[in-house]
């Protein structure tokens, strides 16, 4: 029992954190503008300095899916389903999971140690006495720029991937790069824009909050410092796994 209220006491406490966090963005809006720099430096290293291994990786996952999946395809005269199981790996599922992995080994101990070191220093308390917001000044601007930088660096891993496809498929023959995305386009619709948007949001809102609280966390001792960088990859590893299967589930259930 004393568990389970442990346990439902610091989800409330997330929960709590987050809608904070949600309410902030408004003050921020309005009277941080000093945070923006924050803003733009967490955008910078959460999309622009991991934009090279996305890239890597996506050319890679989508090489793969064109050279095991096309001549399966072709023994049983069903290559045009190259394009839907590309939809599907690469824009629907892999592309919003493996840039949130992307973003958790980067930026998720980056941001829990950084505030955690600023809990330690005492530098959030100068904040308070001054009469600064650390939510609006520190947690928001971090929670926006993650959550920016992954819905971008996933419309760019989905990009590369479905090219890095096209680059492949010309060692099987060459085929025209109009008829390529225009069968691409055909088998892309709404709904999975849709879901691999909604995962992407719902991934950087996991990452951010979950780094921030786990930064905020620590108590007095630098010890603690990557101790909580390690509590945020691991919790936000867990949290995107469950989300994403669940919006999985919610999308072939009744969206599909």
């Not at 930026?107 to 530098?123: F, K, L, P, R």
């Not at 386009?185 to 691999?196: G, K, V, W």
Request: charged share 10%.
């Amino acid at each position: 029992m004393w568990n389970l209220a442990t346990r439902l006491r610091h989800t409330f406490y997330n929960l709590g954190f987050f809608a904070r966090t949600l309410k902030g963005v408004g003050g921020f809006i309005r009277n941080y503008k000093a945070s923006y720099k924050i803003l733009i430096m967490q955008i910078l290293f959460t999309f622009v300095y991991a934009m090279g291994i996305s890239s890597l990786l996506a050319l890679a996952i989508g090489a793969a899916v064109n050279i095991i999946g096309t001549p399966m395809l072709i023994q049983f005269s069903q290559e045009q389903l190259i394009y839907s199981i590309l939809i599907t790996i690469i824009v629907r599922e892999l592309g919003p999971l493996l840039t949130a992995f992307i973003v958790i080994a980067r930026s998720a101990t980056a941001i829990a140690t950084e505030i955690a070191g600023m809990v330690i220093s005492h530098e959030v308390e100068a904040y308070i006495s001054v009469g600064v917001d650390p939510i609006e000044h520190l947690a928001v601007p971090r929670f926006l720029g993650v959550t920016v930088s992954l819905v971008m660096l996933n419309i760019y891993f989905s990009l590369f991937g479905l090219v890095g496809s096209f680059l492949v498929a010309q060692l099987f023959g060459s085929m025209p790069m109009a008829h390529y995305f225009t069968n691409l386009l055909q088998s892309l619709n709404i709904r999975d824009l849709l879901l691999t948007i909604t995962k992407s949001v719902a991934f950087g809102a996991i990452i951010s909050t979950v780094a921030i609280i786990q930064g905020f966390s620590v108590e007095r001792s630098s010890t603690e410092v990557p101790v909580a960088g390690l509590r945020a990859v691991g919790s936000a590893f867990a949290l995107c796994i469950v989300v994403d299967v669940l919006l999985s589930v919610l999308y072939y259930l009744v969206l599909a």
